[in-house]
C-alpha cells in the first residue's frame, strides 16, 4: 500500500510563494511517476506538474511554466512543489499523486493519491 500526505499550503497574497511538500510511504517504486494535481471548487481536477521518480525528468502545465518548479528527493520518498508568483486563479486544493503507466498529464495515470493541502492566493 502507498500512502502520501502533503503539507506546506496555505493563505498567500498575490506575487507570493508556498512550497509544498509530499512525503511518501510504501511500495513506492524506482520507475514510478509523482504529480502535483489541483483543483477548484466547482472545476475538475487538473494536472499542475509531474516528475519522474528515477531519471528527474519534470512536466509543466502551459500555466506554471516559469514560475512552479517540481522537485524530488528520491532516498526520502519526498517531493516538493516550489510556487513562485502566486496568483488569485492557483487557488484550490492541492493533491499529490504517484503512479505508473498512463500519461502524465491525466488523472487517470495516477494510481494513489494524498487528501490534499489547500492553497488560497487573494488579490
Known amino acids: 500500500q502507498v500512502q502520501l500526505v502533503e503539507s506546506g499550503g496555505g493563505s498567500v497574497q498575490a506575487g507570493g510563494s508556498l512550497r509544498l511538500s509530499c512525503a511518501a510511504s510504501?511500495?513506492?517504486?524506482?520507475?514510478?511517476?509523482m504529480g502535483w494535481f489541483r483543483q477548484a471548487p466547482g472545476k475538475e481536477r487538473e494536472v499542475v506538474a509531474a516528475i519522474d521518480r528515477f531519471s528527474g525528468s519534470t512536466y509543466y502545465v502551459d500555466s506554471v511554466k516559469g514560475r512552479f518548479t517540481i522537485s524530488r528527493d528520491y532516498a526520502k520518498n519526498m517531493v516538493y512543489l516550489q510556487m513562485n508568483s502566486l496568483k488569485p486563479e492557483d487557488t484550490g486544493m492541492y493533491y499529490c499523486?504517484?503512479?505508473?503507466?498512463?500519461?502524465?498529464?491525466?488523472?487517470?495515470?495516477?494510481?494513489?493519491w494524498g487528501q490534499g493541502t489547500q492553497v488560497t492566493v487573494s488579490s
Open positions: 499523486a504517484a503512479g505508473y503507466g498512463g500519461t502524465w498529464n491525466r488523472v487517470s495515470g495516477y494510481n494513489y
Open positions: 510504501g511500495s513506492i517504486y524506482a520507475n514510478w511517476r
